[in-house]
């Protein structure tokens, strides 16, 4: 790894610069940026699709409007995000200092910190939580009363923030690879390192999340919409049923959640550098290296 070689200039950045920067990245990256987020969102579409292709039948949804569809669909997008981005956010690790990791590489490094990976998930990541939500969402037909509103609001409230002020738990388990304990000062544990990073930057961590949100609902409004208003041209069928709402809305849900994970890749390292001064840190690295190489 040439540390003093990356294709993203090591620099600060304020939040429209991350935003072009991640188009820009997927320019020069669509091709892995594509294969990797298929690879990392079919199965879960495939299981997303069988869980709720039964709410566009109008007999057994009871529904003019695929609007629970949607819903449940987006819902478990939001479970699942964490576990599908595995793939990406690894290979964007690797690809920012000039190296091109293979599957294996990739998924060998996720499979070492999987225990971790399992518990961030589930619990600072909110899916137990938002298992819940399911479970709340999902009973008695779907029938909601006031207090069911209140609950699952409550709860994804909680799995928000909880992401909000904590978003770079995988980043720090995939490509870190911390120490689940660890009395070393110069190798913090996974507790102390992601308090290292997250606490500090509290204030910042909130306004970007609140920001990226709205980023994220605005794309995926207008991928589908730019879809469907196509799509409506040409067949001459204004109805989103079908293949729009399993196939088109599902992606839509897909591709946004493939961008944001590169935003949040870029975010992270923009916090790294105005937290640890890291574009100095690599230049000493790099240096090190050298130096270490010429007299082996």
């Not at 600060?12 to 320019?27: G, M, S």
């Amino acid at each position: 790894m040439r540390l003093d070689r990356t294709h993203v200039r090591i620099r600060e950045r304020n939040v429209l610069e991350i935003l072009d920067l991640t188009f820009q990245i997927l320019r020069a990256y669509w091709r892995p940026f594509a294969i990797l987020t298929v690879l990392g969102a079919l199965p879960f579409a495939l299981i997303n699709h069988w869980l709720t292709a039964w709410l566009l039948d109008n007999e057994v949804g009871g529904s003019d409007l695929p609007m629970s569809f949607m819903w449940h669909q987006t819902l478990l997008v939001f479970v699942e995000a964490p576990l599908a981005s595995l793939l990406l956010t690894t290979y964007l690790g690797h690809a920012v200092f000039d190296e091109t990791p293979g599957l294996s590489k990739m998924v060998g490094d996720i499979l070492q910190g999987f225990g971790k990976i399992l518990w961030a998930v589930m619990l600072l990541r909110g899916v137990a939580l938002l298992v819940l939500v399911m479970v709340f969402a999902t009973l008695d037909g779907g029938t909601w009363s006031p207090w069911r509103v209140i609950i699952v609001s409550f709860l994804i409230t909680i799995v928000y923030l909880l992401r909000v002020f904590r978003p770079f738990v995988l980043e720090l388990i995939v490509l870190e690879q911390p120490r689940w304990k660890s009395s070393d000062p110069q190798h913090p544990s996974f507790g102390q390192r992601s308090g290292q990073i997250h606490n500090s930057a509290a204030g910042v961590l909130l306004g970007r999340g609140m920001l990226f949100t709205v980023v994220a609902c605005t794309m995926g409004w207008m991928v589908f919409g730019g879809i469907y208003t196509v799509a409506g041209m040409f067949a001459h069928n204004w109805y989103p049923e079908g293949w729009m709402m399993t196939v088109v809305w599902s992606g839509s849900l897909w591709v946004v959640v493939g961008y944001m994970t590169v935003v949040r890749f870029l975010n992270y390292l923009d916090v790294r550098i105005r937290q640890e001064g890291w574009e100095v840190e690599l230049l000493i690295r790099a240096e090190a290296q050298k130096l270490s190489e010429s007299l082996t």
